[in-house]
């Protein structure tokens, strides 16, 4: 645990005034908000993280004085794996047994996402093997953020590729959906608001990101201060000691300081690196819509799962939105939510380690010409 005290004792250092910024946090933070604000009214996915991340991302390149230092997303983190674990319960836990083939179905998807994508980010996009992995895995933004970075993967490039997939995904898929079932789909309000939960669900937010931070660095977890509290709540769901949900105000408070942390983190990148980086992601892109359909096709007609749900089920991002659209045709909403909290746990859990194997299996020769290298600055590993 000494790991945890010595982080703690020099992120309380970090924030003195001498050496935190707050006057450019402010100005990133302002930006970010009003750029959340707007995402939400045009309905966009995670509005306060991705809007957030666009407009510090274009102050940045417009050379804005804007900063937002690392130290302040720990916490932020530990909200979203909180947020993550409470997607789990005794009555999905029950049901898993009756989706052996769908679950099947979902890892050989993931299998042949992170394969391809992987590759095509190499062999396309030139980027170093760290870059290429966590960018090319089918996971949560801020999961393969946390663990490309402590790995030596170029973090712009990573945060910048997930955010597209994102966006890309939910602006995409809906329409198909649309299409294939005839139905006009409507986004409906959801989650508990901090004004009306109980008192103690938000003790039961703070113990479980407490704990799950403290065995994150016990246990010497990748991406601790997330991967940690999010199998904490994960067991406090499962055994039933628990039911409740992160208010939305406060979840959309860390979506916008992450949002806003990761799009700074772009002062200094060129415009020109920005602009190739979103043409990538539409190949990319366009590689797990291919698998998606194929995947749902094969699955349908194998275990005679409805192909539209599984199209929602598989889709590679879009947990709150794809469940909306779930509930709007009236397919199985516990089903959506479930496999997109498995794939995003299965990535977190299996992606450090399959690297692990895979930069083993490769000895450690250097990247190879024309490739890809990080060149800012790297933040502190949590």
Sequence with gaps: MNGLLDDFR??????????????????????????????????????????????????????????????????????IGVLLGSGFSPAVVAQLPQWWPALLGLMAFMVACG????????????????????????????????????????TRVIALVHA????????????AIQWLEGVSLNRAAGSVSV????????????????????????????ARTLLGPMLVSAAVHMLGLSDFKPAFEIVNAAQLVLGVVIG???????????MRILALSVGSTLILIFWTGLFAFIVSQLAGYRMTTLILAYS?????????????????????ASMHIIRIFLVMVSAA??????????GTAAPSAGETKPTAARAPAE
Aim: net charge positive; aromatic share 10%.
């Design 10 to 79: 020099s992120g309380v250092a970090s924030l003195h005034p001498s050496r935190f910024p707050y006057g450019k946090f402010a100005l990133a933070l302002s930006l970010g908000l009003v750029a959340g604000l707007l995402f939400q009214r045009l309905n966009l996915p995670l509005p306060f993280m991705l809007g957030a991340m666009m407009a510090c991302t274009v102050a940045a390149l417009l050379r804005l004085p804007v900063a937002a230092p690392s130290v302040i997303r720990p916490p932020m983190s530990a909200i």
């Design 115 to 154: 394969f391809t994508v992987v590759l095509y980010f190499r062999k396309v996009g030139g980027y170093d093997a760290t870059t290429a992995f966590f960018s090319g895995m089918p996971g949560g933004l801020v999961e393969m953020i946390e663990l490309g970075e402590e790995r030596g993967g170029d």
């Design 164 to 175: 597209a997939r994102l966006l890309f995904i939910v602006m995409t898929i809906p329409f």
């Design 195 to 222: 004004f009306d939960a109980p008192l103690v669900q938000e003790f039961w937010l703070i113990g479980c990101g407490l704990a799950g931070v403290a065995l994150g660095y016990l246990l010497k977890l990748p």
């Design 264 to 274: 700074c983190r772009f002062a200094g990148t060129a415009t020109r690196m920005v």
């Design 316 to 336: 590679p991002g879009g947990l709150a939105e794809m469940s909306l659209i779930a509930l709007a045709i009236y397919a199985e909403v516990a089903f959506v």
């Design 353 to 362: 380690g399959i690297f692990s194997l895979l930069r083993i299996g490769a």
